[in-house]
């Protein structure tokens, strides 16, 4: 190799490697561009009412240990409270719902785990189904560097994660959006009956290793040989059901465009004052007028009121 190749590798290198392990991804819970969503937001609508477990073993390599033991299944049920049931490498948890889930605008549901801190998680695939027989899996993205395992003593960063529940700390749930299921056969997003959590299994090991949608090795706390090891489900709460959405397409009382970038217009609300919060209830904005300039947003799901009145409306 010439001195003109060995500089122009150095170079590539030099500018490769900020992409390789750029964050990507939404920032830890109250910082700005944040999807997390608070366990007393107004968002939610309901929660699981029951939970059935699968528990995993302390430690998957040696089995000697046997399964986590620490909490019960109903810890899993209503509102998040931090009183949680722990999964196990690998263990699952199939969660029900008094009506089924709907796709609607923006995140559908969020999961909650009991992370004592912003950078220290444990985490599990989401997958659901409209049957209960037949599952789909969100799509996840771990951009977690993989040189040094992730131990009990060690954190990472949020923001290298997406569609991992668990990614936010305790009485902050993880948002999850039906509209990236659409289209799959035999799934109905709009009639979502159970979702099931499984247990990422955060060895770096290759033949023990979980992996995300791209192929990539899931860089996890491992191991946990705890009766509380793995992923400590504290509760799932639903942001639209099936019933409530066939309500909204029929009310007359609209935001448009939606999604938007820079002004929204009002279509069905009288001449008073309406507000915008944001997805936690923070007030945003008040005003009177029929139409509205958000080009100062945040990027984000937002709501628009006026008595009774409710709409969502997405700032891109």
């Not at 699952?92 to 969020?110: H, K, L, M, R």
């Not at 955060?202 to 509380?228: H, K, L, M, R």
Request: charged share 15%.
């Amino acid at each position: 190799m010439n001195k003109c190749q060995v500089i122009l590798s150095i170079v590539v290198i030099v500018f490769l490697k900020p992409v390789i392990f750029a964050q990507s991804f939404a920032p830890e819970p109250e910082e700005i561009g944040s999807d997390a969503i608070h366990k007393d937001s107004s968002i939610f609508v309901g929660w699981a009412n029951d939970i059935v477990i699968t528990r995993g073993p302390m430690n998957i390599e040696d089995p000697s240990l046997g399964l986590t033991n620490y909490g019960v299944a109903e810890n899993g049920n209503f509102i998040a409270d931090n009183s949680v049931v722990s999964l196990g490498d690998g263990g699952q948890a199939i969660a029900t719902f008094s009506e089924a889930i709907g796709n609607g605008p923006g995140p559908d549901f969020a999961i909650f785990e009991n992370g004592f801190a912003n950078h220290y998680m444990e985490l599990a695939f989401v997958e659901v189904s409209s049957n209960g027989i037949n599952y789909s899996r969100f799509e996840s993205i771990s951009e977690t560097p993989t040189d040094v395992q992730i131990d009990n003593f060690s954190y990472s960063d949020c923001r290298y994660l997406y569609n991992l529940a668990g990614k936010y700390r305790v009485y902050f749930g993880t948002p999850f959006d039906l509209e990236e299921l659409s289209g799959i056969a035999g799934l109905n997003i709009n009639n979502i009956t159970h979702i099931r959590i499984i247990d990422v299994v955060g060895s770096i090991s290759s033949d023990i290793a979980s992996y995300d949608s791209q192929g990539n090795v899931i860089n996890d706390p491992y191991p946990t040989p705890f009766e509380s090891g793995g992923f400590d489900l504290d509760a799932i709460g639903v942001i639209h059901n099936a019933e409530l959405h066939l309500n909204e397409l029929n009310q007359t009382f609209e935001v448009f465009p939606n999604p938007t970038k820079h002004q929204i217009y009002l279509k069905g609300f009288s001449n008073a004052q309406k507000y915008i919060t944001d997805i936690n209830g923070k007030l945003i904005a008040e005003f009177w007028e029929e139409s509205y300039s958000v080009s100062n947003l945040s990027p984000g799901l937002y709501f628009l009121k006026q008595g009774t009145k409710t709409v969502k409306f997405m700032k891109q």
